[in-house]
């Protein structure tokens, strides 16, 4: 499939309604104080960008970047649309996020993922792209139910 990829205002009612989809799914898969995806709202802070992915006129995935410090990043909201699920979407816009990191010259990448098995295609893919669990960063603390992971770029 080919996708274009380009930085959402966070406008569009299907992208709003693919975040909420994924903020239930994270709140039915983890305890409410695991949850740390955010909502449109936080997406459109200023240290932020919020991408949308889309074959042809079709919402296939989202994802955001987040920096941290001038040299480090994280990932946030990285979501596949139910349809686009195992089609290459997710990669998709994994990669696009790796380029715009190395693009803006960070060294370190590191996102928070849940442990449960429905996170499991996304812990391989994270893995397959050079991702490894890591020490919890930020406000996160790894537990039974959330790991952190990062990539040096």
């Known amino acids: 499939m080919e996708y274009r990829i380009a930085q959402d205002p966070l406008e569009d009612a299907e992208v ?29 802070d200023p240290e932020v960008t919020f991408y949308a992915v889309r074959e042809g006129d079709r919402l296939a995935a989202v994802g955001a970047l987040k920096e941290l ?21 997710g990669e998709a816009v994994l990669l696009h996020l790796l380029a715009e990191a190395q693009a803006r010259g960070y060294r370190w990448l590191g996102l928070e993922t849940g442990r449960p098995e429905a996170f499991r295609p996304a812990l391989r893919l994270y893995e397959k792209h ?21 990539k040096w770029l």
Not at 82 to 88: F, L, N, V
């Open 130 to 150: 050079g991702f490894a669990e890591c020490p919890a960063f930020g406000d996160y603390v790894s537990d039974e139910f959330s790991l952190c992971m990062e």
């Open 69 to 89: 410090a001038p040299d480090r990043g994280e990932l946030k909201s990285m979501r596949a649309a139910p349809a686009y699920r195992g089609k290459g979407a």
């Open 16 to 44: 709003l309604a693919l975040l909420q989809l994924h903020l239930d799914e994270m709140h039915r898969w983890s305890p409410a104080c695991k949850v740390h995806a955010l909502p449109a709202e936080r997406l459109r």
